[in-house]
């Protein structure tokens, strides 16, 4: 088939969003990171769950108020045997989910190394979310709610508690840095187009109109400028960070045996 209808096809199959954004989920081994990240991405309870092993990608499209938003949510393993290759994927992230168990005071305990790695490596701008877990168990509390509010507090980033199991407040700490994350875009903070940021411009490149758009989240208003697509079959799948961020990076699976490496050049 001509490059030019593979490219045609990958297009129209794009799922199409405003901006890109990078997460990372953090904390100790068996906060429950992965059961929630699960809840978010699939609404339901993962059964079973086992320690994960490195790091699991996964992405999910939400919007807030006329803006829909991709978010690369990077899961990482809490075991400190994996730490030195998670620590590599906090690169120019935008977010962080800092997990706790509320039922495990270790893990509270440990919270100021996780989120002293993270502003090291990540983005300059990093908006964090501190998230109590397990808040279905209440009477096996070992961190009061409002200890952990204090320390959030002390260490500016936001506070909530949530329940994978359930699904109570699941979707709030995600919704939450990303609104963050947006604000500080509309008050100049952040520029998506800087290397490192931890978000890029998204939709409408893929959609072959050379025109200038306006962005619209409240009073947020800017123009973003005109970008060229480029698709190149490759025979392998996208692993790991890609060496092109802060490009846009994906793996589109069209068939078995190949795939479609999408840079979205400014």
């Known amino acids: 088939m001509p490059s030019e209808e593979y490219e045609t096809e990958a297009t129209e199959l794009l799922e199409t969003y405003d901006f890109l954004m990078k997460y990372i989920v953090i904390g100790e081994a068996g906060s429950g990171k992965s059961c929630l990240l699960h809840h978010f991405t699939h609404n339901s309870f993962k059964d079973h769950s086992q320690h994960t092993i490195g790091v699991e990608f996964s992405s999910r499209t939400v919007k807030l108020g006329e803006k829909r938003i991709k978010l690369q949510l990077w899961d990482t393993a809490g075991q400190e045997r994996f730490r030195s290759v998670t620590r590599s994927y906090y690169r120019g992230a935008a977010g962080a989910l800092l997990v ?3 039922t495990n005071r270790d893990s509270f305990t440990n919270l100021s190394r996780w989120l002293t790695d993270a502003r090291a490596l990540a983005s300059p701008h990093l908006v964090c979310v501190l998230v109590g877990n397990k808040a279905d168990k209440d009477d096996e509390r070992e961190v009061e709610w409002a200890e952990a509010s204090r320390w959030a507090a002390e260490n500016d980033v936001h506070f909530l508690e949530a329940s994978s199991l359930t699904g109570d407040n699941v979707e709030a700490p995600f919704l939450l840095a990303a609104r963050s994350i947006l604000l500080s875009i509309e008050s100049g ?37 005109k970008g060229t697509v480029k698709l190149k079959l490759i025979d392998t799948y996208c692993l790991g960070p890609c060496n092109a961020y802060p490009y846009i990076c994906y793996t589109l699976p069209l068939h078995s045996f190949a795939s479609y490496h999408l840079l979205a050049v400014k």
Request: a positive charge.
């Open 189 to 225: 903070a952040l520029d998506p187009e800087k290397a490192g940021s931890g978000v890029s411009y998204g939709d409408r490149a893929l959609r072959r109109v050379y025109s200038s758009s306006r962005l619209s989240f409240g009073s947020l208003s800017q123009t973003r400028k």
């Open 100 to 102: 706790y168990d509320i």
